[in-house]
């Protein structure tokens, strides 16, 4: 079993940073994507920034280059530091991870969402 235990977040001011933090635990064989999601209320679910095991990343248009998503493989953790926050990054953060584990059975699991709210 896979679980993601998120951590971060908090209240900001506009311009203001926060760094989140995504641990995946249990029966780890491999992770091959990681990324982070956010949910503002009356919205859907919508990309954030993604990297794979390879080290490839892709980040939404409105948080590039405020946003930057970092992957520590060995530790299974991954990182979002976001930078020049604005009120509209206001939302419920998840980290979600894809891999196989020790049976070689694929999981796709969800962290527990971490709250991101910028305001003065």
């Known amino acids: 079993q896979v679980q993601l235990v998120e951590s971060g977040g908090g209240l900001v001011q506009p311009g203001g940073s926060l760094s989140l933090s995504c641990e995946a635990l249990?029966?780890?064989?491999?992770?091959?994507?990681m990324g982070w999601y956010r949910q503002a209320p009356g919205k859907e679910r919508e990309l954030v920034a993604r990297?794979?095991?390879?080290?490839?990343?892709n980040y939404a248009d409105s948080v590039k280059g405020r946003f930057t998503i970092h992957r520590e493989n060995a530790m299974n953790t991954m990182y979002l530091q976001m930078n020049s926050l604005k009120p509209e990054d206001t939302a419920v953060y998840y980290c979600?991870?894809?891999?196989?584990?020790?049976?070689?059975?694929?999981?796709?699991?969800w962290g527990q969402g971490t709250q991101v709210t910028v305001s003065s």
């Open positions: 979600n991870a894809v891999g196989y584990d020790i049976r070689y059975e694929v999981f796709d699991v």
């Open positions: 990297s794979t095991s390879g080290g490839s990343t």
């Open positions: 249990g029966t780890i064989f491999s992770i091959n994507g």
